[in-house]
């Protein structure tokens, strides 16, 4: 009779017979892994245009390093993770390697927001003192955290995790959401300041300025915030708190290169924001290109016509690096062999989505 009533749970292996909240850290690895499967597969056709341009700037390194650092990073986090054979011992000398790779990982993402933040404001010192201070605690402080991880004491066979000795090493993870923070309302306040210029619906300024981005990346830090700060681990087996550090670096990392890949124009020194185009000092929107196949025996044609193309919208190529970012053009056309003359005028209206390319379809 006793051995009836005893739980079903006590023939299983500890592999199996895990805790809830480990149970959810390891159902949350397997979406982080499979958001950076996705994501190393659809950007591989905008990373292979990025890498034949021509210069290597600074983001263009980075956004390589990104790419390659951070599915490495997590295929070895995977695996120390779920292979069952991995014992305490072995993971007594390996928990480090988490918390210093992902310190890494979001020092470079963070240098990228620091750069792309000091090119829209025009590299405005008080900027770059505030976002560059910000970059240069969250160094320091996520340096000094890693000392302060140690081994969860889990058994065997259910894998090998990172955790905090204090509470206080949350701001491990709260010194880069301090810099996504500023990044994110620096990044929206420019955006709402070239609304003077030209107006646009929200949903367009969003999609031009790449504000999803940010927001997105402003979002998950904050939950992964709450986890640190609010959520009580039941015992010090108890890995709650790490829950969504995994998908914060990947996400973190994620939209940190679909920011650098909504830049227009060239990547030195961070790019340019799309919001106004300054040509010799002064605001302006409208470029004019003459194409003239005039002789010089025949100089004035007898007649013109003028057709205005006023609704004609489209979107830049996503290769499109080294093109100007002009919303109106005006084409000039002049031909006269036959004394007629051809002038069009196209409002172009350029909006950068980070979808699938139309032009496959």
């Known amino acids: 009779m006793s051995n009836s009533s005893s739980s079903p ?55 390589h390093f990104l790419r390659v650092f951070m599915p490495l990073e997590f295929t070895v986090v995977a695996v120390a993770f779920f292979d069952t054979k991995w014992s305490q011992s072995t993971c007594s000398k390996f928990f480090l390697f988490e918390p210093i790779c992902t310190a890494v990982l979001l020092a470079a993402a963070s240098a990228v927001h620091v750069i792309r933040i000091r090119a829209i404001y025009e590299k405005s010192r008080p900027i770059l003192a505030l976002i560059g201070g910000l970059f240069a605690v969250q160094v320091v402080v996520t340096a000094i955290c890693c000392g302060f991880y140690r081994s969860v004491p889990l ?22 959401t301090l810099l996504y923070t500023a990044s994110f309302a620096l990044a929206l306040n420019r955006s709402i300041v070239s609304l003077h210029v030209k107006h646009l619906t929200p ?54 290169l679909r920011i650098i890949l909504n830049i227009r124009g060239s990547l030195v020194s961070g790019g340019v924001f799309t919001g106004v185009t300054v040509s010799s000092g002064q605001t302006s929107s409208r470029t004019t290109h003459v ?18 193309l006023d609704e004609i919208r489209t979107t830049k190529p996503e290769a499109g690096w080294s093109e100007s970012d002009n919303d109106n053009k005006v084409i000039a056309i002049d031909t006269s062999n036959g004394g007629n003359g051809v002038r069009i005028t196209v409002d172009r209206e350029v909006v950068g989505y980070d979808e699938f390319n139309h032009q496959h379809k």
């Open 203 to 256: 949903w367009k300024l969003m999609l031009r300025d790449g504000l999803n981005l940010y927001g997105a990346i402003w979002g998950v830090n904050m939950v992964n915030m709450l986890f640190w700060f609010i959520m009580k681990p039941t015992g010090i087996a108890d890995p709650v708190k790490t829950i969504v550090t995994s998908m914060a670096a990947v996400l973190t990392t994620s939209m940190t």
């Open 155 to 176: 058994e065997e066979g259910q894998g090998c995790i990172a955790g905090p000795k204090h509470n206080w090493v949350g701001i491990y993870w709260l010194a880069p």
């Open 291 to 308: 194409i003239s196949t005039r002789s010089a025996a025949q100089a004035n044609p007898t007649s013109v016509h003028t057709y205005n």
């Open 9 to 63: 749970t006590s023939i299983l292996p500890p592999s199996l017979d895990l805790p809830p909240h480990l149970s959810a850290q390891k159902y949350f690895l397997v979406c982080t892994l499979t958001v950076a499967a996705w994501d190393t597969l659809v950007l591989s056709p905008r990373t292979w245009r990025l890498m034949k341009s021509g210069e290597w700037p600074v983001l263009k390194i980075l956004f």
